[in-house]
């Protein structure tokens, strides 16, 4: 029970406190509203997709996903 009550313990708590409200507030606005703060979010796609055999047919997920295929 002495650990509980020393000052070292319990010291750096607000510290771990008010990083993890300063990190919860900064996601805060993506996790609310993500389709008006991430408009703009630069985005790459790189298709390295080999492609594999499905029932005899070769088929490549990867280029039907880069040419926005609906998957049908």
């Known amino acids: 029970m002495r650990l509980l009550a020393s ?3 319990w ?3 607000p ?3 008010a ?3 300063l990190v919860f507030y900064a996601y805060l606005g993506a996790v609310v509203s993500p389709v008006k703060y991430l408009e703009h979010l630069p985005m790459a796609l790189v298709n390295e ?3 594999g055999d499905l029932a005899g047919t070769e088929v490549k997920i990867g280029d039907c ?3 926005k295929c ?3």
Do not use: C, N
């Open 7 to 9: 000052p070292k313990i």
């Open 11 to 13: 010291g750096p708590v």
């Open 15 to 17: 510290g771990i406190v």
């Open 19 to 21: 990083v993890l409200a």
């Open 49 to 51: 997709d080999r492609g």
């Open 65 to 67: 996903v880069v040419e």
């Open 70 to 72: 609906s998957g049908t």
